[in-house]
């Protein structure tokens, strides 16, 4: 497993799981159901977006030199809560509603139907999320377009154009745009030190990622900006 596919699921259990647990815990003594959904929507959506933004600050200050953008991580963290607060509430609404038609000598009995529930909801959270994230990454394949038409220059024949000890310049011209994100919406950014192992050559370089629809090409400089590795990232090879 990648870092990046390490970083995303950590964004899941931190920025999304532990925000909607809270607020199930925290909605426990509300009983009617139609104010537990909406406390339950609500309040995962806000925590987990509050939860997103500390993510992505907290992996932009501890990884050297990460790409990333916490704004995204906000929204994708509000989406993502709501998405498993919807479910997660709609079940806790179906709780309550069961329990006001059942008798009140059946209360005693209701232990083992709560610990039950407790395990959906943690199912339901998984489910929900991976669905989620599913339909985040198929809406992104197939409506990204680019920001600028000059960035279809960053394809995979040109990326093999490119040759360790090119300058910055150079690589540039081959791609034909400078670094940056050229997907409109915007998706996912690439996070942490990248793909490219970072050698004594590369001490004191940078980074400069390229990412357009369903792809995305990283280059290593070092010292003297010129080309220490390269790696491409495509999306459709991988499935």
């Known amino acids: 497993m990648d870092q990046s596919a390490v970083e995303f699921l950590g964004f899941l259990a931190l920025a999304v799981v532990l925000p909607v647990v809270v607020v199930l815990l925290l909605a426990r003594p509300i009983r009617t159901p139609l104010a537990a959904l909406v406390f339950v929507l609500g309040g995962s959506a806000a925590l987990a977006?509050?939860?997103?933004?500390?993510?992505?600050v907290g992996l932009k200050l501890a990884l050297p030199r990460p790409e990333i953008s916490w704004?995204?991580?906000?929204?994708?963290?509000?989406?993502?809560g709501g998405i498993a607060g919807l479910g997660c509430g709609a079940l806790r609404a179906v709780e309550l509603v069961r329990r006001r038609g059942?008798?009140?000598?059946?209360?005693?009995?209701?232990?083992p139907d709560r610990l039950q529930l407790r395990w959906v909801v943690l199912v339901a959270v998984v489910v929900l999320n991976v669905?989620?994230?599913e339909a985040v990454v198929w809406v992104d394949q197939h409506t990204q377009t680019l920001t600028d038409?000059?960035?279809?220059?960053?394809?995979?024949?040109?990326?093999?154009?490119?040759?360790?000890?090119?300058?910055a310049e150079e690589v540039n011209g081959i791609f034909g745009v400078p670094p940056g994100d050229y997907r409109r919406p915007p998706g996912f950014l690439m996070v942490g030190p990248g793909?490219?192992?970072?050698n004594e050559a590369a001490r004191g370089g940078r980074l400069a990622i390229w990412s357009v629809p369903r792809c995305h090409a990283e280059v290593l400089y070092d010292r003297n900006d010129c080309v220490a590795g390269k790696y491409w990232h495509d999306e459709e090879a991988k499935q």
């Open 49 to 56: 977006a509050v939860a997103g933004g500390l993510y992505g």
């Open 71 to 80: 704004w995204v991580l906000w929204i994708l963290g509000g989406a993502f």
């Open 102 to 111: 059942k008798a009140p000598d059946a209360e005693a009995g209701a232990a």
């Open 131 to 133: 669905a989620g994230m």
């Open 149 to 167: 038409q000059r960035a279809a220059g960053v394809n995979a024949d040109n990326f093999q154009r490119i040759q360790v000890g090119m300058s």
């Open 195 to 198: 793909h490219i192992p970072w």
